[in-house]
Every structure is written in C-alpha cells, then in structure tokens.
C-alpha cells in the first residue's frame, strides 16, 4: 500500500462544475496538509494547507482534512478553463514529505 | 516571502556531458534544500537534502557520484548531473526544507539529454 493515494485521473469537467479532489493517507504521523497546483513544465505551486483536521476555505477553493479517517479532500467551486492542471496533495510530519500521484484535471469551456 | 529561483529553466546536453542546476533562495536563508525529480504523469520523487556546509544525504537508489549536490551558502544550492545519459532526462524541482517555507518549490528544470 502507498503511503498517499490519488486518483491520478484525468477528471475532465464543464465550466462552472463544482470539482472534489481526494486523497487518503496512511501514516497517521503527518500533521501538515497541502494542494499543490501544477502547470505542464512547471514547478508546483501551493494552493492551500492546512495543519489539523477540518475546513478550510480560500475563495474558490476548499480544503477539507479529516485525520481520523486519514482523507483529504479540495472542492473547487465554479470551476474554469484556467483551473485546467495537475493537482497534487502532499503532506508531511517534519521535514519528511510525501506527495500524491497527482490528478490531472481539465475543465472545458 | 519563500521566493525561490531556480535555473536553468530548460536544458538540452549531449550524452556524457555534466549539467548543473542552480536553486536559489532570494528572500530567505535556507539552510536545507529538497530536491526533487518528477518523471512525466509522475510525482515528485525526492532524490536529496542537501544541508549547507554539510555533506548532502541521498535516498535509497540515487547514485551520489551521478548527482552532485553542493550547499556552499545559505542561498545557493546546486545540483549536477554528471556524465548525463537520456535515462536522466527528467524534471528536476527544488524545494527549501525549513518551517513554512518548506512549502514553496522552484520553477523546474527541465533536462534533455540526447
């Protein structure tokens, strides 16, 4: 079993959708959650984290962690063309991170 | 703030040849630097922590002699990739490993070898 499991996808939407990206985890030692947004050829670019379990909400965007069932969830609400990317959730205890396969994601005009 | 700037962006060597890749921490000092490498449709895999002034640690099946890594400042730290082959090409990604600039990561650097 991996220690973070994603959908890799691709997730294929219409504007406008409403988009849940999940992962479920393993190690229950992680304490710190992030989405990552990931362009072709580019570095990963933070979304949002969090640090314990619960909402937390950023414009279109929500994270949603439950540790006790070792699942993350990111609902992007309204989606757009420009929400078209890779998606991947990461988490971490310390220095030791571990990332998700990444869920590529396209939302059609 | 956590802005880090890595290059080159893209690059294409011969096969044999060495290349290196520079992350650079422009508003911080970082004293341990992730770097990663990503196969395309992958993950991020991490390769290394390198750690100024100190020697870099390297995960399980990274040959440390192939890949090179220096952290001479507290701003700089480099990457080689020596005598490169086309099994290399990849993209490589750098990321600061202290409190909560341990989220932000490099541009990427994309490395072709033919």
């Known amino acids: 079993q991996k220690e973070v499991e994603q959908d890799p996808g691709p997730l294929s939407v219409p504007e406008g959708a409403i988009v849940s990206l999940n992962c479920t985890y393993s190690?229950?030692?992680?304490?710190?959650f992030m989405w990552y947004r990931q362009y072709s050829r580019k570095g990963p670019e933070l979304l949002m984290y969090?640090?314990?379990?619960g909402n937390k909400e950023d414009g279109r965007f929500t994270a949603q962690v439950d540790k006790s069932s070792k699942y993350i969830s990111l609902f992007i609400r309204d989606s757009q063309p420009s929400d078209s990317a890779t998606y991947l959730c990461?988490?971490?205890?310390?220095?030791?991170?571990?990332f998700g396969a990444g869920t590529r994601l396209t939302v059609k005009p | 703030g956590a802005v880090v700037s890595q290059h080159p962006s893209w690059v294409i060597c011969k096969s044999g040849t060495s290349v290196k890749i520079e992350c650079r921490s422009l508003d911080f000092q970082a004293t341990t630097m992730f770097w990663y490498r990503q196969f395309p449709k992958q993950s991020l895999m991490l390769m290394a922590t390198?750690?100024?002034?100190?020697?870099?640690?390297?995960e399980q099946g990274v040959e440390k002699d192939k890949f090179l890594i220096n952290h001479a400042s507290l701003t700089l730290s480099t990457l080689t990739v020596t005598s490169a082959h086309p099994e290399d090409s990849s993209f490589y990604i750098c990321?600061?490993?202290?409190?909560?600039?341990?989220?932000?990561f490099g541009s990427g650097t994309r490395l072709t070898v033919v």
């Open positions: 390198s750690n100024e002034g100190s020697k870099a640690t390297y």
């Open positions: 969090t640090y314990s379990s």
């Open positions: 990321s600061p490993g202290q409190g909560s600039y341990g989220y932000t």
């Open positions: 190690n229950s030692a992680f304490q710190y």
């Open positions: 990461a988490m971490r205890n310390n220095n030791d991170m571990r």
